[in-house]
C-alpha cells in the first residue's frame, strides 16, 4: 500500500545501546522529516533532508545521526541512547509543491532505561 | 526564526457547543500557517492551511480558521463539535520559501463530551 511506514512501532531499549529507526515512504516525495513529540514540548524538528544524499540539522539534532541513500528510505540512527530520548517519534514526508502538507507516519515510540 | 505558541493546553467543551482554539506566532518575514489534527495513537494529519489569498480558510470537516496578520493569529474555530472532534490539535507555521519545513505549537488537547 502506498504511503509512509515506521518500524518497529514499540522499541524498548537500554542506556548506552544504539537504535534505528526505519521510515519508508512510497510517493517518492523529495522532502523527509524526523520529529519527536514530547509532553509540553509538541513536536520538534530533529533532522530533515530535501532529497536523496541531503540532509540537514532541525532544532534538536544532538545524538541523532541520519541517511538518506534513497528517497524513500530515512532512517533516523541514536548512536547511543539516553533517557532523555525516550520519545515517540515520528517521519513525514512532504512535496514543495504541496507547500507545508507533511504526510505522517503513525509514530516510533520508544523508551530508554 | 519563527515559533508558535498554543495558549490552552487542554480544552474541555460539550458536544453542539461552539469551540475556538487559540494559535499565536512570531516571525520576522512572510509565513505560512497550518492546522494539524493528531487522533490517539496516529500521526498528524493536515486539517487546514494558509498560503495566501483569503484570510478564512476552511476544513471539510466543519473546521475554519482566520489568518490575522495584525493580531499574528490563526485561530480554529468550529461553531458545533462533535465527539469524533476529540483530538490534539497543532498549529505550525513556515517561512514562505521553505513551506515544508514547519515549526509546530505545543498542541491543544480538545476534549469533547456528551
Known amino acids: 500500500d502506498a504511503g509512509i511506514t515506521q518500524s518497529p512501532r514499540y522499541k524498548i531499549t537500554e542506556t548506552g545501546r544504539q537504535v534505528t529507526l526505519m521510515c519508508h515512504q512510497t510517493w517518492s516525495h523529495s522532502y523527509m522529516f524526523w520529529y519527536r513529540q514530547d509532553l509540553g514540548h509538541g513536536l520538534r524538528l530533529i533532522y530533515y533532508?530535501?532529497?536523496?544524499?541531503?540532509?540537514d540539522k532541525g532544532e534538536v539534532p544532538d545524538g541523532y545521526v541520519v541517511s538518506r541513500s534513497k528517497t524513500e528510505n530515512f532512517p533516523l540512527t541514536l548512536e547511543s541512547a539516553t533517557r532523555s530520548q525516550t520519545s515517540v517519534y515520528f517521519c513525514a514526508s512532504g512535496t514543495v509543491l504541496n507547500t507545508g502538507e507533511l504526510f505522517f507516519g503513525e509514530g516510533s515510540r520508544l523508551t530508554v532505561l | 526564526a519563527q515559533s508558535v505558541t498554543q495558549l490552552d493546553s487542554q480544552v474541555p467543551v460539550f458536544e453542539e457547543a461552539p469551540v475556538e482554539l487559540r494559535c499565536n506566532y512570531s516571525s520576522s518575514v512572510s509565513v505560512y500557517l497550518f492546522w494539524y489534527v493528531q487522533y490517539p495513537n496516529q500521526g498528524l494529519q493536515l486539517l487546514l492551511k494558509y498560503l495566501s489569498g483569503s484570510t478564512l480558510v476552511e476544513s471539510i470537516n466543519g473546521f475554519e480558521a482566520e489568518f490575522n496578520k495584525s493580531q499574528t493569529s490563526f485561530h480554529l474555530r468550529k461553531p458545533s463539535v462533535h465527539i469524533s472532534d476529540t483530538a490534539e490539535y497543532f498549529c505550525?507555521?513556515?517561512?514562505?520559501?521553505?513551506?515544508?519545513?514547519?515549526?509546530f505549537g505545543t498542541g491543544t488537547r480538545l476534549q469533547v463530551t456528551l
Open positions: 533532508s530535501a532529497a536523496a544524499d541531503i540532509t
Open positions: 505550525a507555521v513556515s517561512e514562505t520559501g521553505t513551506a515544508s519545513k514547519l515549526t
